[in-house]
């Protein structure tokens, strides 16, 4: 069994605070597929993890090639 990170939340209020319907929630807890990215996106914003989200996308370093050189 899995807690979450909101005890007293249900399924009902976290899918109104992310504004969508209760089966999109139950969907994205069971892994299933067709959530929009803007909500799991949402849905990490508000558990606090949308951090760790946006470490995994990072802007790569920029490469300089000098003149004459290829790629």
């Known amino acids: 069994m899995r807690k979450r990170k909101f005890p007293n939340d249900t399924q009902t209020r976290f899918a109104a605070r992310i504004g969508v319907g209760v089966t999109t929630i139950r969907n994205l807890e069971a892994g299933?597929?067709?959530v929009a990215w803007e909500t799991v996106v949402k849905a990490?914003?508000?558990?606090?993890?949308?951090?760790?989200?946006?470490?995994?996308f990072v802007e790569p370093p920029e490469i300089k090639i000098k003149s004459?050189?290829?790629w």
């Open 68 to 70: 004459g050189e290829s």
């Open 44 to 56: 990490l914003d508000i558990l606090g993890m949308k951090n760790q989200l946006d470490a995994l």
């Open 32 to 34: 299933k597929g067709g």
